[in-house]
């Protein structure tokens, strides 16, 4: 038979018969619910967060370094865009969130791209894709891809009082794979405990698992603290382990409906992996080439970091919010400088929010960094500066 005319009569019967039951179902509205009965607790969400970024410092490049956030310079883009689908069931609960978007090509920028099963192409879209189960009353399992459990602000810019995130929050993992048990052992105390491939990374480049760990507690109604830890081994599997220990207090205070308060400090250390000592006789009488001896390093190299937020709610219309950073990197463990110094640099940053237009929300953000060492582009030539000034507007809309 012509394959036209094969194809005709199919595409007919189909018609046909999606015809008949449209009618049956039309006729008895029982039949429709039948047909199509969503799971209970099934939301859909969309976000999608655009922004300009002008950097006064007018640099050659138009990618800023030691941030994910606002990353481009005098360009209109979109920092991040996602679509989910959410289920809160009774005795499970998941979501999947597909994702695009500056933030994104940054924060996967360390996932490998040579893995054909699993690679950087393969999962950055991915944001979130979980399963979880109620074991008991107040205990859950989760497993898949999830947020990060580490730090005071949200991947979801809307959702923090500032539009940009914190050195801090910047240099801990946006995202996890891994599983994670959750405790709710009273409505002001619960304990999360997590098993996960490592820092930040989906595609293993270890045999190791690492371990993170957290404790919320709301002391009163309007006073929370929050304890998260994370334990891992960060070197690939070629190299002698270096293992990764990090520690992140927060304080969050609400004092009214007007003001809120917050403060975190951070700190981590990590094993340096190996050393080499100076010794050319033992070395020679070793057989070995060179005058350094190669041994198993047991020393740390630590790095710091501190901020403090403050907001206030001037009218239902408009909210004011700063916030202040510092990090101390100076073994460079997280932000690799290549200067005496390393990376050892606060922020001062003010964020006026127009919130008359929920769920869409207008920004405009002043940053001020600088730092110890010349580390910000500067102009269009080759130099690096001690500052760098930001002004950013940004206009985003969330659904949940």
Same mark, same amino acid.
């Given at each position: 038979m012509n394959p036209r005319i094969l194809f005709a009569f199919r595409f007919f019967l189909a018609t046909f018969f999606f015809i008949l039951i449209s009618k049956d179902l039309i006729a008895d509205p029982k039949k429709v619910e039948?047909?199509?009965?969503?799971? =209970?607790?099934? =939301?859909?969400?969309?976000?999608?967060?655009?922004?300009? &970024?002008?950097?006064?410092?007018?640099?050659?490049?138009?990618?800023?370094?030691?941030?994910?956030?606002?990353?481009? +310079?005098?360009?209109?883009?979109? +920092?991040?865009a996602h679509a989910d689908l959410r289920l809160d069931g009774e005795k499970f609960r998941g979501r999947l969130a597909i994702q695009f978007g500056n933030s994104v090509n940054t924060n996967y920028s360390g996932e490998p791209t040579k893995d054909v099963s699993s690679n950087q192409f393969a999962v950055r879209n991915i944001q979130e894709g979980f399963v979880g189960v109620r074991l008991s009353q107040k205990v859950w399992l989760d497993a898949g891809i999830y947020f990060g459990h580490i730090g005071h602000e949200s991947w979801i810019s809307q959702k923090n009082n500032n539009y940009t995130r914190a050195y801090a929050l910047d240099y801990v993992p946006y995202y996890s794979s891994g599983a994670r048990l959750t405790y709710q052992y009273s409505n002001q105390l619960s304990f999360q405990f997590h098993v996960m491939n490592g820092w930040q990374n989906i595609t293993e480049n270890n045999k190791d698992k690492s371990l993170g760990f957290q404790t919320k507690y709301a002391i009163l109604p309007n006073l929370t603290f929050t304890a998260n830890y994370f334990a891992g081994n960060e070197a690939p599997t070629a190299e002698r382990k270096q293992n990764r220990f990090y520690q992140n207090l927060i304080t969050e205070w609400k004092i009214n409906d007007r003001f809120t308060f917050a403060f975190s400090q951070d700190i981590g250390w990590q094993w340096q992996g190996q050393s080499f000592d100076y010794n050319p006789i033992g070395v020679r009488l070793l057989g070995k080439q060179g005058d350094y001896l190669e041994r198993s390093g047991r020393a740390y190299r630590h790095w710091y970091q501190g901020n403090i937020w403050v907001s206030v709610l001037l009218s239902p219309?408009?909210?004011?919010?700063? $916030?202040?950073?510092?990090?101390?990197?100076?073994?460079?463990?997280?932000? %690799?400088? =290549?200067?005496? &110094?390393?990376? &050892?640099?606060?922020?001062?940053?003010?964020?006026?929010?127009?919130?008359?237009?929920?769920?869409?929300?207008?920004?405009?953000?002043?940053?001020?960094?600088?730092?110890?060492?010349?580390?910000?582009?500067? $102009? +269009?030539?080759?130099?690096?500066? =001690? %500052?760098?000034?930001?002004?950013?507007g940004a206009i985003s809309f969330l659904l949940e």
């Open positions: 039948e047909a199509w009965h969503p799971p =209970k607790g099934l =939301k859909v969400g969309a976000f999608v967060d655009t922004y300009y &970024n002008q950097n006064f410092n007018q640099p050659k490049s138009n990618e800023r370094a030691y941030t994910t956030q606002a990353v481009r +310079n005098q360009e209109f883009n979109i +920092n991040l219309d408009y909210r004011l919010s700063f $916030r202040f950073d510092r990090m101390i990197d100076r073994e460079q463990v997280l932000a %690799q400088t =290549k200067t005496p &110094n390393g990376f &050892n640099a606060s922020a001062y940053i003010l964020t006026l929010d127009f919130l008359q237009w929920n769920p869409a929300l207008f920004r405009i953000e002043l940053v001020r960094r600088s730092s110890i060492d010349p580390l910000f582009e500067y $102009r +269009n030539t080759d130099e690096k500066s =001690k %500052q760098e000034t930001l002004l950013i």
